[in-house]
């Protein structure tokens, strides 16, 4: 916010300083930002609606075979209340996933939100048992497959946040109409990652023959 302020003070009469939709703390990419409160209602109705679509790198924990998805609904954890939950009293929450690169023990997705609750990919990937690698909060700790190389344990083990990246962000103008899509490469800690786990799948199958 304190950014927002900086860069175009008069956005300081915009509720919440125009943002519309946030991002979990540590993941990274693309969000939308209102510069008028015109703006901002707008995108706030087109995001009710669905209008907006945002797409998400990650990798998972688990060797995943196939896409699919993921329409289980979100809300407080019941004893920890800074989490969230899959829980029959929540929200309707809806993610898409499909399967870009498999690893020996993990899973490069790219994930669709049709909803926006609070840590949505995060929890969903957990409840069916493909935690985020590097989630601190919902269960994401190292597993690295057998003779892993040092680099990987290393950066496995040295990962401090959830793999997630929001890659891609597709919208109508709120004043011209004009649909308008971003992109956002990966940040260098997600290349290393995924350089590292190629390197590793590559290695023990030219071993394996």
């Known amino acids: 916010m304190n950014a927002l302020l900086h860069y175009f003070p008069a956005i300081e009469v915009v509720p919440r300083l125009g943002i519309v939709h946030r991002l979990d703390k540590d993941t990274t990419g693309l969000m939308v930002v209102a510069k008028t409160i015109a703006a901002q209602t707008n995108l706030v109705e087109a995001l009710q609606l669905r209008e907006i679509t945002r797409e998400y790198e990650a990798v998972a924990n688990g060797l995943m075979t196939a896409g699919g998805v993921v329409d289980e609904p979100i809300g407080r954890h019941a004893t920890k209340r800074t989490h969230m939950a899959v829980t ?3 929200r309707p929450s809806v993610t898409h996933y499909r399967v870009m690169e498999k690893y020996r023990l993990h899973t ?7 909803t926006g609750r609070t840590h949505q990919i995060r929890v969903h990937m957990a409840h ?10 919902y269960g994401g700790r190292p597993r690295p497959p057998k003779n892993a190389t040092p680099e990987l344990l290393t950066k496995l083990r040295g990962f401090k946040r959830q793999a ?5 962000l597709s919208l109508y103008h709120p004043i011209t109409g004009e649909l308008m899509t971003w ?6 800690d997600f290349v290393e990652l995924v350089e590292l786990l190629q390197a590793d799948t590559k290695l023990n199958a030219s071993e394996e023959y």
């Open 164 to 168: 997630l990246h929001a890659a891609m």
């Open 108 to 114: 490069r997705l790219r994930l669709r939100l049709e």
């Open 128 to 137: 069916i048992t493909h935690p985020l690698i590097g989630d601190p909060v």
């Open 88 to 90: 029959f009293s929540g």
């Open 183 to 188: 992109h956002a490469d990966l940040p260098e």
